[in-house]
């Protein structure tokens, strides 16, 4: 189980145990109508991709969120830099929403638009 390699929140009211980091990802996508990506680290950003990707390739059409934009600002410049370059595509980074509130992060996620998948 991955439980003996990470932390977990100990007043959890529901705890779902997997063997493996993809089965993990899978079951969150399963359950999710979104995804928010809190300050994290290596474990954040794979999670994060994985998602991001799947929904320029059309597999899912689930929003996106960032939340805290100064700990993103940095990842939001590279990502413009890549877009400036010609690897990302402009509505794909438009496609993450950022903000500092829950609130507003909430209210982005409702008002977001999906954009068209890079390959149909």
Do not use: C, N
């Not at 413009?80 to 690897?87: E, L, R, S, T």
Request: proline residues 5%; without cysteine; negative net charge.
């Amino acid at each position: 189980h991955l439980a003996g390699h990470e932390l977990r929140y100990e007043g959890l009211t529901r705890l779902e145990m997997v063997d493996t980091l993809a089965q993990r990802k899978a079951r969150m996508a399963q359950l999710s109508d979104a995804v928010v990506a809190l300050p994290g680290g290596t474990g954040t950003l794979d999670e994060l991709f994985d998602q991001w990707t799947s929904q320029q390739l059309g597999y899912h059409s689930r929003p996106i969120g960032l939340l805290g934009v100064q700990f993103w600002s940095p990842f939001v410049s590279m990502i413009d830099h890549m877009v400036a370059q010609g690897f990302i595509r402009p509505t794909d980074r438009a496609s993450l929403v950022l903000a500092d509130d829950a609130d507003m992060l909430i209210d982005g996620l409702r008002r977001w638009v999906r954009p068209v998948p890079r390959w149909t």
